[in-house]
């Protein structure tokens, strides 16, 4: 009898191994399915007018321009997710400017604003967190560090700048954050319709957060860029900022120092070395108010064309006045002494920025600038921003800029 009852045992055993198995792949199976269908979408809209008034142009510009994005984030799976952004900027009744680097050229009559028309997909990766102080990120990122100085996303534009890139974040180091990006291309704001939209590169981006006593932290970073289609962006710049805060009356005064020196790398056209310096004290009060005071220098060279500081993966516009007259930084370098006013009240959040501008190395004054702006969140979705810049030559090597905006933002 029991010579019988071996092999049914075993076919009932096989049986419910094969079912286990099934069902096992069923729930993997689900278990994805959800993690793609359970995500987030997310609609974002952001409508601006921007006006350029010119010195060296007959025509001002007049760029009326809307941003669609739709983006998408799954959920995860055996520690696995992935997120995707479409973006797709339209012109919207004026299109009276020239969007730049070959993207209009039946309208080269009037100034850059360089929001070209068109379809781009911003964002595309996948994300493997192994726990919460371990991330691996493979894709098309955006790639954010520190203040953006170095290397950023040029977020103002309407066609954002991300990476092609394989990115590693570690929180496990006592009191230090890590990141580590590999970067194959840049995605930049001018699109894939123009030669200047992407740039290959071999680019390696290391940068840390150390945690230091009473709230201070301090960023070293190495920041190695080898680019294949510009040349005069391949540089290694070392550096570290320090940042912190100390206690002022009913306030505290948020306090920067920065230093970093840079060399022509890889394929670079001239061999250079130049030094980046950074210092800013901002002393902010519990009325609302704050002033705030800095100078920041980019080493150059008057006698030697392209050795100057240059930071080719900045967000630009953020820096140096945003009339952006320095989006590239003249041979003699330029160093700029600011003041900065700001006030928050009743959801409105005010801004003045004076810029003294002059070339780091001889005597040449670059120019005068003002920056002024006013924006405030009109609910949960919405926001609205009125914003001015006014600068004023002193150089023949620059000419008087003014550019006022009008942005609505919406998200859903």
């Known amino acids: 009898m029991k010579v019988k009852t071996v092999p049914v045992m075993c076919v009932l055993a096989l049986t419910g191994a094969l079912a286990a198995a099934a069902a096992g792949a069923q729930e993997e199976e689900k278990?994805?399915?959800?993690?793609?269908?359970?995500?987030?979408?997310?609609?974002?809209?952001?409508?601006?007018?921007?006006?350029?008034?010119?010195?060296?142009?007959?025509?001002?510009?007049?760029?009326?321009?809307?941003?669609?994005?739709?983006?998408?984030?799954?959920?995860?799976?055996?520690?696995?997710?992935?997120?995707?952004?479409?973006?797709?900027?339209?012109?919207?009744?004026?299109d009276d400017f020239n969007s730049?680097?070959?993207?209009?050229?039946?309208?080269?009559?009037?100034?850059?604003?360089?929001?070209?028309?068109?379809?781009?997909?911003?964002?595309?990766?996948?994300?493997?967190?192994?726990?919460?102080?371990?991330?691996?990120?493979?894709?098309?990122?955006?790639?954010?560090?520190?203040?953006?100085?170095?290397?950023?996303?040029?977020?103002?534009?309407?066609?954002?700048?991300?990476?092609?890139?394989?990115?590693?974040n570690l929180k496990n180091l006592p009191n230090t954050e890590l990141s580590y990006s590999y970067v194959s291309q840049v995605n930049r704001i001018f699109g894939e319709r123009s030669p200047s939209g992407k740039d290959d590169q071999n680019t390696h981006l290391l940068n840390a957060k150390i945690s230091l006593p009473d709230g201070w932290s301090l960023f070293p970073y190495v920041y190695y860029i080898d680019s294949d289609d510009t040349p005069a962006f391949s540089t290694a710049t070392f550096g570290a900022r320090l940042a912190g805060k100390i206690p002022?009356?009913?306030?505290?005064?948020?306090?920067?120092?920065?230093?970093?020196?840079?060399?022509?790398?890889?394929?670079?056209?001239?061999?250079?070395?130049?030094?980046?310096?950074?210092f800013d004290a901002a002393w902010a009060m519990k009325n609302g108010l704050s002033f705030g005071i800095g100078y920041e220098s980019l080493g150059g060279d008057e006698n030697v064309a392209g050795a100057s500081f240059r930071t080719p993966l900045a967000t630009l516009h953020a820096f140096q006045g945003w009339a952006d007259q320095f989006l590239s930084t003249p041979d003699a370098g330029v160093e700029d002494l600011y003041g900065t006013i700001m006030y928050s009240y009743a959801k409105w959040n005010m801004q003045l920025t004076y810029h003294d501008l002059s070339a780091q190395a001889g005597s040449a004054d670059w120019g005068k600038e003002f920056d002024l702006s006013f924006g405030r969140k009109l609910s949960d979705r919405y926001g609205v921003l009125l914003k001015g810049a006014f600068f004023d030559a002193d150089s023949t090597s620059f000419v008087d800029v003014n550019k006022y905006w009008i942005m609505l933002t919406a998200d859903f």
């Open 31 to 94: 278990g994805l399915a959800d993690a793609l269908t359970s995500g987030k979408a997310q609609l974002n809209l952001r409508y601006r007018f921007e006006h350029v008034d010119q010195e060296n142009f007959a025509d001002d510009a007049n760029a009326s321009t809307l941003r669609f994005r739709l983006n998408y984030a799954t959920g995860n799976w055996r520690h696995w997710s992935g997120f995707a952004e479409f973006d797709y900027i339209g012109e919207v009744f004026i």
């Open 100 to 168: 730049g680097a070959g993207t209009s050229p039946e309208r080269v009559q009037y100034p850059v604003v360089a929001d070209p028309e068109g379809a781009d997909l911003n964002q595309l990766y996948f994300d493997y967190a192994a726990s919460e102080a371990i991330r691996l990120r493979l894709g098309r990122q955006r790639i954010l560090l520190d203040n953006h100085r170095f290397v950023g996303n040029v977020g103002w534009r309407q066609n954002e700048q991300t990476y092609d890139a394989v990115n590693l």
């Open 248 to 278: 002022a009356g009913e306030g505290s005064i948020a306090l920067v120092a920065e230093y970093a020196t840079q060399s022509d790398a890889a394929n670079g056209p001239v061999d250079f070395r130049a030094n980046y310096a950074h």
